[in-house]
């Protein structure tokens, strides 16, 4: 390149700036950021004619004027390179190091986002997502530069481009520049957009300023003049500028009161900048003492600042010839805040907020402010900077698109529930990006999730651990109780049988108006809702029958107490023993609602059980061996005879713990002789044993066995092995 290149001119003034601003920075660093992008945009260009390296080096000096930091320009110079040159992030990172690699990557993934086909609603999930996805506000920073340059330059492209950019400009990044308090960069990047989404109103607006262009600067002039006297008279010192609105606020001002741009008075504005909070206060009172102030339009935003730490003192007053204008009242330290917000943040010395800036989602703003009065170096202090602006919420994405926001910690059921009732029943799997995952998995963000569901599919309790939405839960809750109530009533049904075989009661003895009146008895309406009272273990089956046949009902046996005194009556029949067939409850492997497995002994197939009819939580099924049960089994009318049922091939987890020898090879042996048995592992934990000293250790593990007796087959090959020192099986 010939020196007189302009782009090498322009370089070098970019490198004054930055030498200005940053005096004891080495700029190595961007030269070498611009040599790679100068070779790597070679031969590409702007839809304008230039050579594309115009493009990201016009954002670095945007940047270089905002004071940033030097991995700021550096992602300025490189913000393309991924996107239109095929670079990897991996090559940046070697080349540049992981700051710039990362920059540049969340300046390109932010640019893969599709905002302008967000539905308008969408708009604010959309916003937020933007600021929650990037971990460096450095990138925000970029991307914004980059959409302020693209706005400069947008004239040369078509009218569906330019409609697209503006108004995806105006819907989210312009908010976003206001949210971070980047008022300079906020007006020019609306009033470019403005220009290109509605030209005719611009241009209407752009010209009723023009025509009054002259009256407005003789005015803007005279009051100049006499508010600098007065200030000076009263020692404030101070610098007012004078200025007439912009376009775009001219614009909204039209739209908010509904009337025509030849009503609009009050266009100009005067800025007082001075050098203390107190001064600010006082040449507001020059001012009013002055002219008459608009009553409602004095607003104190030194004492209480805006959410983005803007503050000034506003008020409007009535001007010569009856002239409104507005007057803007700040430090330069405000000043400086007002026009740079967030970058300018590592200046800001002052720090003094009010009280009614309690905005949770702003609270890392305020948090940063305190940060950087310990932080010597403004680039240490960006590079620690994380944006968490919405700590507490995440944005998923559904196949087609539509932003999703759920709190932080949702997984994909909350997420179906999200979408549809319907959807969120019947969802047996999830896919996030692609890759199907579990359905405890924690949603973030950016995800794109496609749910799996299947007709017929119900929810079940275990999933209310894993949601985070009220609406998830509600649901799932709702179909637990409708399908438990089912479940009840059944149970209810067959309690009642058995234990009128136990009492001698014959229930087809019993009127249906007999059972209806003891249903009326216990305040139920129905004998559906008898039957599911007993089922839920509310009521006893016992005592039921004892009111409703008190003529056939006998103490079985069993409970009679013993008299020690009283041998057998010679000659008795042994009471009729009725083999329960139908009317024994079957423990099927997996948990059923009302039938389950009590977590005290877990309980395998094959093991001796006994069920106890729990207070409202159906039949628990115990080990004959848990310790438990002896206590439980004190009542004895809530005891039920259960069995195994065949049908099932369920596995059974079983928690063991086995003491070894600590030396290698030990836990190949012990792998082996569980596959052996073609045994599952759910897990698998080994440890040193610091009760056996140093030679001991401990593994732990949960297999899924099929009955009892492969369980005993397991654990005593696991005790033939040599250095296994013993094995025990938790019961939890
Ligand atoms: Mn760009």
Redesign the pocket.
């Known amino acids: 390149m010939a020196a007189a290149d302009p782009l090498l001119a322009s370089f070098a003034e970019l490198k004054e700036k930055v030498r200005a601003a940053r005096p004891k920075d080495d700029l190595a660093p961007l030269d070498r950021a611009f040599q790679f992008a100068v070779e790597r945009h070679n031969g590409q260009f702007r839809a304008s004619g230039e050579p594309y390296i115009t493009?990201?080096l016009a954002?670095a000096h945007i940047l270089a004027g905002m004071r940033l930091d030097l991995v700021s320009l550096q992602t300025g110079l490189l913000?393309?390179v991924i996107e239109d040159c095929g670079v990897t992030a991996e090559e940046l990172r070697r080349n540049f190091g992981e700051e710039v690699a990362q920059c540049v990557d969340g300046v390109t993934k932010l640019g893969k986002l599709d905002f302008y086909n967000a539905e308008e609603r969408q708009a604010e999930s959309f916003r937020k997502m933007l600021l929650a996805m990037v971990h460096d506000i450095r990138v925000i920073i970029v991307k914004l530069a980059?959409r302020l340059h693209?706005l400069r330059t947008l004239s040369y492209l078509d009218r569906e481009h330019q409609e697209r950019t503006a108004h995806e400009t105006l819907e989210i990044f312009v908010p976003v520049a206001h949210r971070l308090g980047m008022g300079k960069i906020r007006s020019e990047l609306e009033n470019l957009a403005f220009r290109y989404s509605d030209p005719l109103a611009y241009e209407e607006i752009l010209s009723a300023i023009e025509s009054k262009r002259h009256y407005n600067e003789e005015f803007l002039h005279e009051i100049r003049g006499k508010v600098e006297a007065e200030l000076r008279r009263e020692s404030v010192p101070a610098r007012v500028e004078g200025r007439v609105k912009s376009p775009y606020s001219v614009y909204q001002k039209l739209k908010r009161q509904r009337i025509g741009v030849e009503q609009v008075y009050d266009l100009l504005a005067l800025r007082i900048v001075t050098d203390s909070v107190k001064n600010c206060y006082a040449a507001l009172g020059i001012i009013h003492n002055e002219w008459r102030p608009v009553p409602g339009r004095i607003k104190d935003f030194i004492a209480i600042p805006r959410p983005n730490l803007y503050q000034s003192l506003h008020t409007s007053v009535i001007g010569p010839h009856g002239q409104p204008f507005e007057v803007q009242i700040r430090t330069e330290e405000m000043h400086r805040i007002a026009e740079e917000g967030i970058a300018a943040h590592w200046k800001y010395k002052e720090g003094k907020h009010g009280p009614a800036v309690d905005d949770q989602r702003i609270a890392w703003l305020r948090h940063l402010v305190e940060w950087q009065r310990d932080m010597a170096d403004p680039g240490e202090f960006l590079s620690t900077l994380k944006v968490d602006l919405y700590p507490e919420e995440v944005y998923t994405f559904t196949p087609r698109g539509k932003v999703l926001a759920l709190p932080r910690g949702a997984t994909p059921i909350d997420f179906a529930y999200a979408i549809h009732s319907d959807v969120g029943h019947t969802c047996v799997g999830a896919k996030v990006n692609g890759r199907i995952v579990p359905l405890r998995y924690t949603l973030k963000n950016g995800d794109i999730v496609e749910i799996l569901t299947q007709p017929g599919h119900l929810p079940s309790r275990d999933w209310l651990p894993l949601v985070k939405t009220a609406r998830a839960r509600n649901k799932i809750k709702h179909v637990i109780n409708a399908s438990e109530r089912a479940k009840a009533i059944d149970l209810g049904q067959k309690l009642l049988e058995k234990e009128a075989r136990r009492f001698g009661v014959s229930l087809g003895r019993i009127s249906k108006a007999t059972f209806e009146s003891v249903a009326a008895d216990y305040g139920y309406s129905k004998m559906e809702d008898l039957h599911a009272a007993l089922g839920y273990g509310k009521l006893s089956a016992r005592s039921v029958l004892q009111k409703a046949a008190p003529d056939q009902f006998q103490t079985p046996e069993d409970e009679r107490p013993v008299e020690p005194a009283a041998p057998p009556a010679p000659g008795a029949a042994p009471p009729p023993r009725v083999e329960d067939g139908d009317y024994t409850l079957k423990v099927q492997g997996i948990d059923d609602l009302l039938i389950y497995r009590a977590k005290c002994c877990n309980p395998i197939r094959g093991e001796p059980i006994v069920g106890y009819v729990t207070r409202g939580k159906g039949v628990a099924v115990h080990s004959k061996n848990c310790p438990n049960v002896q206590s439980l089994l004190y009542e004895v009318e809530r005891r039920i005879d259960v069995e195994w049922s065949r049908s099932t091939s369920e596995f059974f987890p079983v928690h063991l713990v086995v003491h070894t020898d600590d030396r290698p090879g030990m836990l190949n042996q012990l792998t082996s002789v569980l596959s052996d048995e073609n045994l599952n592992i759910r897990s698998l934990e080994a440890r040193v044993d610091h009760d056996a000293g140093a030679d001991g250790a401990v593994i732990e593990m949960t297999v899924e066995v099929q009955d009892q007796k492969q369980l005993e087959r397991l654990v005593g090959a696991m005790r033939h092995l040599s250095g296994v020192h013993d094995v025990e099986r938790l019961l939890h």
């Open positions: 493009h990201p954002v913000h393309d980059d693209n």
